[in-house]
């Protein structure tokens, strides 16, 4: 690359987690389930004869010259841009060695082996990782720091999160799982580069991304998330309450705290909440969401950006630069959604974003008109959280729609829980934990809104067959 440092591509992709990488891709389906593995960037190249990936990161974007400049001092002219370069982690603090984030597959590793020497951690946040985390870790006691009145609100309500505690409290089945990780990676020595996806005027695509591609679905799977205790769960929630202040093993000596916590343990790090209580921990996982890794693009540029400091883009998954898409968490829905739809920061969307805008771009430079894609009609969403399949649809937590609801609610102790939003009669959302089979009924009554009031609480009668009903 140094001896021809300009090159000319009609496309460029940066980023090489799941939007970048499935930017040219299709998704047709409303509703479905994928694997996401991690894979040597070789693959790709071999799937797809016309694409090429370089390992290198983005210096500079010179949007009104439409060229990008590497790291390492390449300097790239694109015909179309696709910027994907995900999230990064809001830590606690930064630089302190005692807290670790939990982002992209090196840090996980990075975890585990921290773990396997530790006997207690403080798990701070409520999110997807989170909750991952708390219920596969297992020989360390684990202190869970949340801000809310429940575990999980931002999937679901109260009921479902008193329906998934008691997991906490039994031992995990065993799973035989292959380990699979959420991204492309580089072969040789410099991996810690990063990676680049993306094309030429010949059709080649190419790209370049940050390393730390987010973790993907079953990131815990074939990991070893265990800790230096015998204990198999040991689980404490602090519900409504944030971290406060952290201490070192000496700042928290000379402290008051120091007399008047009941630990009595010696730890290298100490976490002071803010409903009063301090615990000492072997390091604290800083797990309380993303924002939007919108650098080192803005510099020099004039994107407009929405309230959560992505890069606002339009129903063509544009942005207000010429010729610039974006995909993924590094951007914000700047259109005006679906009633049935709100974007979450979440890998079914990543997914979905990519593959959208790839569509976007192409039809643009063959001159064709494309409409928002069907995907971006329902919310859709498919995950698992405490060895539960959990599906979330529509409006799933009546999300805007204030007293104007209507809940219904069955739930089996262990086995199932299934909760319905209604609104004027029509399902306008769904939250299904366990294996229901409710999912593709329910997508389907949610889509064609038909007025189910006829039905009243018999609509989820165990005892009636409602997929054979509405089929």
Not at 231 to 240: A, D, G, K
Not at 431 to 456: A, C, K
Request: hydrophobic fraction near 35%.
């Amino acid at each position: 690359m140094a001896a021809n440092p300009e090159k000319t591509f009609k496309f460029v992709v940066v980023g090489g987690g799941i939007a970048g990488v499935t930017c040219a891709e299709q998704v047709s389906k409303t509703l479905e389930e994928f694997d996401v593995e991690e894979r040597p960037s070789s693959v790709l190249e071999e799937k797809y004869p016309n694409l090429r990936v370089i390992q290198s990161a983005v210096k500079a974007l010179h949007a009104q010259q439409h060229t990008l400049q590497t790291v390492d001092g390449l300097e790239i002219h694109y015909e179309k841009l696709c910027i994907c370069s995900g999230g990064r982690p809001k830590l606690l603090t930064q630089d302190n060695p005692y807290v670790l984030g939990i982002r992209d597959t090196d840090s996980a590793q990075e975890f585990q082996k921290r773990l396997s020497k530790a006997k207690r951690i403080v798990v701070v946040g409520n999110g997807g990782i989170a909750l991952e985390l708390v219920y596969e870790v297992e020989g360390c006691e684990v202190i869970w720091v949340v801000k809310d009145k429940a575990i999980g609100n931002t999937f679901f309500d109260a009921g479902a999160a008193q329906f998934l505690i008691p997991s906490l409290d039994t031992d995990k089945p065993e799973r035989a799982a292959t380990c699979k990780r959420a991204r492309y990676t580089i072969e040789g020595p410099a991996a810690t580069q990063g990676l680049a996806v993306g094309g030429d005027r010949q059709g080649q695509r190419r790209g370049l991304e940050e390393p730390g591609s987010a973790l993907g679905p079953d990131w815990h799977e074939g990991i070893s998330l265990r800790g230096a205790e015998e204990v198999s769960h040991r689980v404490s929630v602090e519900y409504q309450s944030e971290v406060k202040q952290i201490y070192t093993h000496q700042d928290f000596l000379l402290s008051p705290l120091a007399s008047q916590t009941a630990d009595t343990g010696s730890w290298p790090v100490y976490a002071q909440l803010t409903n009063g209580k301090t615990f000492g921990c072997d390091f604290i996982v800083s797990a309380t969401g993303v924002v939007p890794n919108t650098e080192p693009f803005l510099h020099g540029n004039s994107f407009a950006l929405a309230e959560d400091s992505g890069l606002k883009v339009d129903d063509h998954m544009m942005t207000t630069e010429p010729d610039i898409y974006a995909a993924g968490d590094v951007c914000t829905a700047g259109w005006e959604p679906s009633h049935l739809w709100q974007q979450m920061r979440l890998w079914t969307q990543a997914r979905q974003m990519g593959w959208y805008a790839g569509r976007c771009m192409a039809a643009d430079v063959l001159s064709e008109t494309i409409e928002l894609d069907f995907c971006f009609e329902l919310f859709s969403h498919i995950t698992k959280f405490f060895n539960y399949k959990v599906v979330l649809l529509g409006k799933f937590n009546g999300q805007g729609l204030g007293l104007n609801q209507e809940l219904l609610v069955r739930c089996t102790k262990g086995h199932e829980y299934v909760k319905v939003v209604l609104s004027g009669g029509r399902m306008l959302g769904a939250v299904l934990i366990g294996e229901t089979d409710l999912e593709e009924t329910f997508e389907n009554l949610i889509l064609n809104q038909m007025d189910l009031t006829p039905y009243g609480e018999e609509l989820l009668n165990p005892n009636i067959d409602i997929e054979d009903y509405f089929d």
